[in-house]
C-alpha cells in the first residue's frame, strides 16, 4: 500500500501539490500491479476533502487526531503517521515536497531507518525502486535508489498534473488517535501568529508574476515595476541580489532560497536566470522576459522576450495598457 | 547564562550562478569552473551563531565535512566571528546524508567529552547542491535531541529550568514559535537576518585559528545515488517581441492573448 499525505490548505480543500502525489501515486500503483493508495491527513477531514481525495482514488482516509498531533510537531507528527504507516501496511510513504512534507518525510525516515529521496520528479524502476529526483536547484538531477521499505520520498511541485481517477471508489475514513511520546513533543509549535495580507502577498499562488533583479539598479528602482504589477492585479517578485542588497524584502524573493512559483506568466525583468532564480520560476506556464542581454539564460528559456533595459520597456507597457483601457 | 556552546555546521557546495557541469564519473558536481560557496541558509545559521555567542557569551566552533579546500569555507566562518573551526576530512561526495549526521554527532560527542559543550548545533534547511532535507533532522536522532527545522530567526533565553532556544520559521498558518529547551538542534533557512561582512580585522583573525582536523569517525554506507544527470537541453524558442521602449505595443498584444489584461 501507497500512504500520501496530504495538506490541506487553510479552507480545508488539499493542497494542489497534494493531490498531484495522489496522481503520482495512482501512477506508482498502476506500474506496481494496483497497490491501493491511501492517504494521511493530520487533523480534520471535512466532508469535501473526503470527497475530494475519494475523486483522486483514494481507498481509505487515515484521519489522525487527538492531543498529541493537535499543534505541529516534526517528531510528533511523524510518529503518527508511522503508526498510521504500521496499520495499513505501507510499502511507500510520500509526500508533496512542501516545508512540512520535507520536513516530515525525513523524521519519518530517520525513524524507519531508510533513505529519503527529496523532490522526487519521476520513478524508473521497481525492483529495484529508482527514482529521479531534482538537485542543485533542478539544475541537475540524481538517480536514486530506494531499495529499503517503506521507500519515502517527496514529490517536486509539478512533476505531474493533478488528475483524479478514471474509476473512482468512495473513500473510507478512519480515525487514528495515537499516543505521542513526550520526548516527540518537546520540539512543539508553541503558538502562531498570521501574517499580514502584504506579507503572505500569495506569490506562490499568483497567476502573474512581475520579476525584478539587478537591473532594477537601486531600492528606488521598483517604481514602474510596482506600477505593472498594479495594472496586472499581479504579485512582485525578486531575485537574491535584490533581497541580499536590502532592495526589497526576503518574503518577495524567488528561488531556491526563496518561494517556487507557477504562474501563468511570469515577467522577469533584470533577472539573468541564475540557477538560483531559475529553481524557483521553472515552472511559470509563459515567460516574458525583459533584459538588455539577449544572450542571458532568462531570455532564451523565455517564451517571449524583449530586448532593453527595464527602465524604458516597462514605463512604454505601462503606458500602452492604460492607452487601450481608455 | 554562563555562556552557550554553539556548533554550526556549513558545507562547500559549487556557486549557483553560472552553469552546472558534472564530473566524469556522474558522482558529482565539478565546480572548479564556477568556485565555491557555502550554502545561503548556512550563511544565516553562520550569523545566527556569532549573534547567539554576543549576546550570551559561549564559544561558536564552525563545522564541515569535506576535502582539505573547504577549509575556505571554515575561513570565512571564523573571519565573521565564529572562534573554533573542525574540519572532517574526507572526499563528501562518499558520504550519504545519514553518513554526515553520524559524523557530526561524533564530533559533538568528542568534544563534549573534552569539556567543549555544543548546546545549539545549527545547519542549513538543505544543500544547495545535494538538496537532501534531511541532514539536521537525522542529526536530532543521533544525538537524542530536539530539532526545529527551517527556522529563520531564534534567540537563548534563560528559561525556568534552563536555558531554551526560541525559534521562529514560516509555516502554511503564519509564522510558529517554538520554544525548546538546549540542548538542541535547529535547521535554518534564510531570509530572517542579514549575514554580516567580514571585516579585514576578522579576516586576519580567521587566518591565526588552528583549524582541528579529524579523519571520518565509521566508514560511510554512502548515498544511493545511481548517478547524476543534466536535464536535456531545451532549444531556445522564445519568441522575440522587439528592441526597448518600442515593443511596448508587441507586448501588450501578447498580455491580451493570454487573458492576463482582462480584470
Redesign the interface.
Known sequence: MILVLV?P??DGHALEVSLEALTFARNLSAAGGGVPVDAVVVGEVSDELGKELAAYGVRTVHRVNGDGVAS?S??GWASAILTVREAAKSVVVMAAG???G??LM??V???AGV?????VLSFSGLSPF?VT???????????????ERPAVF?LAGHAVAASPAEAPGPADVVTHTPEIAA?DL??????????DAEATGDLTKA??VVGAGRGAGGPDGFKDLLELTEL???SLGVS?VV?SA?WRP??E?VG???SRISP??YIPCGISG???HWAGCSSAK?I??INTD?EAPM???????????LH??V???N???RR?RG | MSGVGVLVCVKRVPDSSSEVVLTEDGQGVDGRYAGFTMSPHEECAVELAVQVTAANGGEATVLSLGDADAVEQLRSALAVGCTAATLVVTEPQTFGPADVAKEIAAVVRDHEAQGRSHDLVLLGNDAADSGDFQVGIRLAYELGRPVVNGASVLTVEDGPDGPLVVARSEGPDGVETYRVPLPAVVTIREGGVEPRYPSVPGRMKAKKVAVEERTPAAEPQGPKRVRLLLPPPVPSSVQLLGKGAAAAPAVVDVLEELGVLSR
Not at chain 1, 518537546?186 to 501574517?195: F, G, K, N
Open positions: 495538506e490548505d487553510l505541529f516534526g517528531a512542501t516545508d512540512r520535507n520536513e525525513a523524521h525516515a530517520a525513524r533513505a529519503m529521496a527529496a523532490n529508482v529526483r531534482q538537485v542543485v536547484g533542478g539544475a541537475a538531477l540524481e538517480e536514486m535508489k530506494l531499495d517527496t520526548v518537546v520540539a512543539r509549535v508553541v503558538s502562531v501568529e498570521e501574517q497567476r502573474v496586472l492585479g499581479a537574491r533581497t536590502g526576503h518574503h524573493q531556491q532560497t526563496g501563468d506568466l541564475a540557477i538560483q509563459h516574458l522576459a539577449a531570455v532564451t528559456r523565455a517564451t517571449y522576450a524583449v530586448i532593453g533595459d524604458e520597456v514605463p512604454a507597457i503606458a500602452e495598457i487601450r
